[in-house]
Nanobody, 116 residues
Framework: QVQLVESGGGSVQTGGSLRLSCQAS????????MAWFRQAPGKEREGVAF??????SYANSVKGRFTISKDNAKNTLYLQMDSLVPEDTAMYYC???????????WGQGTQVTVSS
């Protein structure tokens, strides 16, 4: 059974940093396309950071501030978030999927709140 468990969310002030973790079990993150998504209240879910076979990309809104990384030995995906702004407030989700197709597995989410 595949499980993705996020942690590391919290409340910070503008300009602060957080590091999110996504512990995977029942699968090897080295063999999957991994990503971080977020969803703010009343807004659609958006992808913020992607690792596809080692190729990394970011949404324009977080480029230069967020860094996605993974530790295959620990089977863990990370999202380092710096220079946070209130617009980053959202529930953040870890997702995994095959190299082609939709993201198949999702975590339960971790809340990030940035106050001004």
């Amino acid at each position: 059974q595949v499980q993705l468990v996020e942690s590391g969310g919290g409340s910070v002030q503008t300009g602060g940093s957080l590091r999110l973790s996504c512990q995977a079990s029942g699968m090897s993150i080295s063999r999957f396309r991994m990503a971080w998504f977020r969803q703010a209240p009343g807004k659609e879910r958006e992808g913020v950071a992607f690792n596809v076979g080692g190729t990394i990309s970011y949404a324009n809104s977080v480029k230069g501030r967020f860094t996605i990384s993974k530790d295959n030995a620990k089977n863990t995906l990370y999202l380092q978030m710096d220079s946070l702004v209130p617009e980053d407030t959202a529930m953040y989700y870890c997702a995994a999927g095959p190299l082609l197709g939709a993201y198949t597995y999702w975590g339960q989410g971790t809340q990030v709140t940035v106050s001004s």
